[in-house]
C-alpha cells in the first residue's frame, strides 16, 4: 500500500467494506456514521491514503509499519476520524464517524502483524494516534433502517480479531 493510493479496506473477520454510507449519527458526534457493509461494489467504499505530513510523503512512497496515516473517503471526501468523548451507539465503544475537516483526530497508525510494509492483502490493526483506540467492527451489531445489515465501526481497547483490516480492490501507486 502507497501514499496516494485509493483503497478498499476489508474487515477480515466479516468480510465486509468499511463505507461511509452519508446517514449522520443522532448522537453523540452527529457526524457522519462509519460502518462495514457486504457490498463489494459501491464506490463509498474508497479510501485514499494520505501521510499527514504529505510534504515530504510523495506519491508512491511504500506506507511503513508504525507510521501515521490519514484515511479519506473518495466519495464524499470526509476524513476517518475518532474522538474519545462520544460513544458509538450500539456498542458504547469509541464512536467513529466521518469528519468533513482535518485535525488529529484523522490520524491512525498502521501496526503491522508479520510485516515491516503495510502489504496489499496482508492484515493489519489500525491504532487511532490520539487515544490509543483500534479501529475495529463487531459482527454482531448491526443496524437495521435506513442503513439495514451495515455493521458498526467503532474503536475498541483491544487488537484482536475484531480489529484487522487489510486493503484489497483499489487503485495503487509504485
Known amino acids: 500500500v ?59 512512497q511504500p506506507v511503513l509499519c508504525g507510521s501515521n496515516i490519514r484515511l479519506i473517503n473518495s466519495d464524499s ?14 456498542s458504547g465503544n469509541q464512536e467513529v464517524s466521518g469528519y468533513d475537516g482535518r485535525d488529529e483526530g484523522d490520524l491512525w497508525r498502521v501496526e503491522c502483524i508479520k510485516e515491516k510494509v503495510w502489504k496489499r492483502e496482508m492484515p493489519v490493526y489500525l491504532k487511532h494516534v490520539s487515544t490509543s483506540r483500534y479501529l ?22 483491544k487488537a484482536d480479531s475484531n480489529a484487522q483490516w487489510k486493503a484489497l480492490e483499489g487503485y495503487y501507486f509504485a
Open 2 to 60: 502507497t501514499v496516494g493510493s485509493t483503497v478498499k479496506l476489508s474487515h477480515v473477520k466479516s468480510d465486509t467494506r468499511l463505507t461511509l454510507p452519508q446517514v449522520t449519527y443522532g448522537t453523540g458526534s452527529q457526524q457522519q456514521a462509519i460502518t462495514t457493509q457486504q457490498d463489494a461494489a459501491s464506490s463509498r467504499n474508497f479510501w485514499l491514503v494520505e501521510q499527514p505530513d504529505s510534504a515530504s510523503a510523495e506519491r508512491g
Open 77 to 90: 471526501q470526509h476524513s476517518l476520524h475518532s474522538h474519545g468523548n462520544h460513544k458509538s451507539p450500539m
Open 136 to 157: 475495529q467492527s463487531l459482527p454482531s451489531k448491526k443496524y437495521r433502517q435506513p442503513i439495514m445489515g451495515h455493521q458498526e465501526v467503532s474503536a475498541g481497547k
